[in-house]
């Protein structure tokens, strides 16, 4: 479907229903007795015009180094373990016409399935988070549902935490462990705060607002509360996460998104807000 020649002496097609080639120039064509043909060329043969036709033939000019396999189209694909292997196989039928195959792909690292434990509902939310910065893999899984949150800890078993600090009573819009390696969990009626000496700090929503999006990094968080109104937080040099600045907005929120921390910087200078009314803002 496109051509692209490379100052190098390299061509790279693309194919649109088969693999792509990675080819290198052996020759132009001009030399003697090579047979040149143009669409928009007419030769006039009993006073009729006709296209000029050519014999296709095998490559020439190019030579084919390199080859990138492709799947598209992707016709179908199933799933399933056919050859009672330890993961299961997907099945696709690819291509179009003569280029149509069936191909098995396995997966490239081998999972392990660590255990199966049946939720009390359906989740609306799943995190995995480390306890602390020094940790090389996720000691927790945070799972939300409408009016709770379940706490799992990951180890040789998965099992249910009671003392970890998260509240469970309420659905868990976002969790993130922060620079100091504190816990931030985010609730509907407001933030949770979890020193890494157990201690919880919490802030909570005015009145009866409630927050409906909440975007965050490891120093700064966002919050979206009923009432077009934005919070803004940030984590100070002591370890307290402070509300810095609050913003009214012309209508109702959507979603936030604030950007990640820049390596060596202290705070993201963008953040992105969604709105009901089909408008996206920058802040600065």
Wanted: proline share 5%; charged share 20%; with cysteine.
């Amino acid at each position: 479907s496109s051509i692209c020649v490379l100052k190098s002496g390299f061509l790279f097609a693309a194919s649109e229903f088969g693999d792509h080639g990675l080819y290198q120039f052996q020759g132009i064509g001009d030399g003697d007795g090579e047979v040149e043909a143009s669409a928009s060329t007419l030769i006039e043969t009993g006073g009729k015009p006709e296209p000029v036709t050519f014999s296709p033939r095998p490559l020439k000019n190019l030579v084919l180094i390199d080859e990138l396999e492709s799947f598209s189209p992707i016709c179908d694909m199933k799933v399933s373990n056919l050859f009672e292997e330890e993961t299961k196989q997907m099945y696709t039928l690819v291509g179009k016409g003569p280029w149509s195959s069936m191909k098995v792909l396995r997966p490239g690292q081998t999972v392990a399935e660590m255990a199966v434990s049946p939720l009390p509902g359906s989740p609306n939310g799943v995190w995995t988070i480390k306890e602390n910065k020094s940790q090389a893999f996720d000691s927790y899984i945070v799972v939300s549902f409408k009016n709770a949150s379940l706490v799992l800890s990951i180890g040789e078993t998965v099992e249910e935490v009671k003392d970890s600090g998260f509240q469970t009573t309420s659905a868990t819009l976002d969790t993130k462990l922060m620079a100091d390696g504190s816990i931030l969990q985010v609730v509907p009626t407001g933030l949770r705060h979890i020193l890494s000496d157990g201690r919880v700090n919490e802030w909570r929503c005015p009145g009866r607002k409630q927050i409906t999006s909440v975007s965050c990094n490891e120093r700064q968080v966002v919050a979206a509360l009923t009432g077009y109104e934005l919070i803004y937080f940030e984590l100070d040099e002591t370890g307290q996460l402070l509300e810095s600045e609050k913003k009214d907005m012309a209508g109702e929120i959507s979603s936030v998104c604030i950007a990640p921390l820049p390596e060596g910087k202290v705070r993201s200078k963008f953040l992105a807000i969604g709105g009901y009314d089909a408008t996206i803002r920058i802040l600065s």
